[in-house]
């Protein structure tokens, strides 16, 4: 009985954690800067904008516009603009991990009022991961049709 118990609180906490961690694909043949331009083709006409990227990194951005937000008694508009951050790591026999993950951001770049809430609903996290797969199987047949 208590082997049961067990299992089923480390089942739960799985539950809980594995949504919370970066959504992740492997791309056979890949660099970069060919995810970068894959996800731009893709995002652009929602409105995204490469903001930044390098060979580890890179950052899209949807401006959100004014969001009114309550603090305390009162309420103000807060520009607010969701970023999707990619993380680039080249593992072994040309295979590019790439991570991805999403936050809101609110008063970016107003200092101590600047605030980040990192994306966690399970319909965001499943979008982000459906992205990857769609630029990974885009990439991958083009690398094949070379």
């Given at each position: 009985?208590r082997?049961?118990?067990s299992?089923?609180?480390?089942?739960?906490?799985?539950?809980?954690?594995?949504?919370?961690?970066?959504?992740?694909?492997?791309?056979?043949?890949?660099?970069?800067?060919?995810?970068?331009?894959?996800?731009?083709?893709?995002?652009?006409?929602?409105?995204f904008?490469?903001?930044?990227?390098s060979?580890?990194?890179?950052?899209?951005?949807l401006?959100?516009?004014?969001?009114?937000?309550?603090?305390?008694?009162?309420?103000?508009?807060?520009?607010?603009?969701?970023?999707?951050?990619?993380?680039?790591?080249?593992?072994?026999?040309?295979?590019?991990?790439?991570?991805a993950d999403e936050?809101?951001?609110?008063?970016?770049?107003?200092?101590?009022m600047?605030?980040?809430?990192?994306?966690?609903?399970?319909?965001e996290?499943?979008?982000?991961?459906?992205?990857?797969?769609?630029?990974?199987?885009?990439?991958?047949?083009?690398?094949?049709?070379?």
């Open positions: 009985m082997v049961l118990n299992f089923a609180a480390i089942a739960t906490l799985l539950a809980l954690v594995a949504p919370l961690t970066a959504q992740q694909v492997r791309i056979k043949g890949a660099t970069p800067s060919d995810v970068v331009r894959a996800v731009n083709n893709e995002l652009s006409s929602q409105g904008k490469l903001e930044d990227s060979s580890h990194e890179a950052r899209f951005a401006d959100r516009g004014l969001v009114s937000q309550n603090r305390g008694s009162v309420v103000r508009a807060v520009p607010v603009v969701v970023e999707l951050h990619l993380r680039f790591r080249q593992k072994a026999d040309s295979v590019l991990e790439v991570n936050e809101v951001v609110g008063a970016r770049g107003q200092g101590s600047e605030f980040r809430t990192p994306v966690r609903s399970n319909a996290r499943q979008s982000m991961q459906q992205l990857l797969e769609l630029v990974k199987n885009d990439l991958e047949a083009r690398a094949q049709k070379q």
